[in-house]
């Protein structure tokens, strides 16, 4: 399998953890690229019509894209338990939850980066750093049993969504306000699956 990906990004970020953690990043060739929306590179358009990262080229099939499509599969080829039965549905909503904080603040980033100075939204920009809070309030307050519970796909992909905002975001200082949250991610951090993937440009 060859996996499609950028080492800044936190989508890729939660298959790298997922491949870590399930031991399988030896079966995966890693094929990195530069990529935006403005200026799609050649090899993720050929893995994903949607033209984003990551992407998986599989030996037995077709690509898949979407992290959650993507991390679910490698779940399945080994039987990681990262997506248990017994709580399938908060796992998915918690991952939902992180990837929503992604593509916020992502696209914060592409607002500032790829818009011409005169053209940015200034109000595009607040709202979403909104979203971002409010969805870091509802980690704060209902979700912290869950993340400090059974390690499952869920907590990664928070964990990612944070270390996201660490590296791109951190004068706006996520963690105000969030006091369970951040203790919570310190601890996560120790992880060797989360040193191992520290977001890079
Ligand atoms: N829902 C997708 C989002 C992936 C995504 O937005 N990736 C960004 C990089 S962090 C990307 O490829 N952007 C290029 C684009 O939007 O054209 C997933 O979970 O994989």
Known sequence: MKLV???ASPFVRKVLICLHETGQSDDVEMVQVKTSPVATADDVAAANPLGKIPALLRTDGPAIYDSRVITRFLDARVEGGLYPEARIWETLTLEATADGIMDAAVGMIYEVRLRPEDKVFDGWIDAQWAKVIRALDALENRWMSHLSGPFDMGQVAVACALGYLDFRHATR??????PA???WHAGFSERPAMVAT????
Do not use: E
């Not at 200082?173 to 969030?178: A, L, Y």
């Not at 520290?198 to 440009?201: K, L």
């Open 5 to 7: 990906f950028s080492p």
């Open 173 to 178: 200082d996520w963690r105000s306000g969030h």
């Open 181 to 183: 949250l951040a203790d």
């Open 198 to 201: 520290q977001p890079r440009d």
